[in-house]
């Protein structure tokens, strides 16, 4: 079983900057493919970024294309999702999603493959 835990919300204005912070409880996140996801107040859970496996493929949505970025650590101890000029709609609770297994080495969009899901943090933009 992986216990993950994110880190890094906050209360921010528009245009400010966030880091969050996905871990696993003593275990790396290096052999699996981790993807973010966010969900606002009474709206359906979205995907916002993904980092395969093996750290070669990234994949964003649309909307945070050119403002946010997703990196892991070479030790896979964490995994970033770094938010840059943070806009209202961006308020939601983020949350890290792990892959079950390493067989499964690749991003997806969907929330259905990942098996492993954190808490979330608390993202709030003010205009």
């Known amino acids: 079983q992986m216990q993950l835990g994110e880190s890094g919300g906050g209360l921010v204005r528009a245009g400010d900057s966030l880091r969050l912070s996905c871990a696993a409880s003593g275990r790396s996140l290096r052999d699996y493919a981790v993807a973010w996801f966010r969900q606002a107040r009474d709206q359906d859970r979205e995907f916002v970024a993904g980092i395969s496996r093996l750290s070669d493929d990234t994949r964003y949505a649309d909307f945070v294309k050119d403002r946010f970025t997703i990196s892991k650590t070479n030790d896979g101890k964490t995994v970033y999702l770094q938010m840059n000029s943070l806009k209202p709609e961006d308020t939601a609770t983020y949350y890290c999603?792990?892959?079950?297994?390493?067989?499964?080495?690749?991003?997806?969009?969907?929330?259905?493959?990942?098996?492993?899901w954190g808490q979330g943090t608390q993202v709030t933009v003010s205009p």
């Open positions: 999603a792990v892959r079950r297994t390493a067989f499964f080495a690749n991003v997806e969009v969907a929330s259905a493959p990942y098996h492993y």
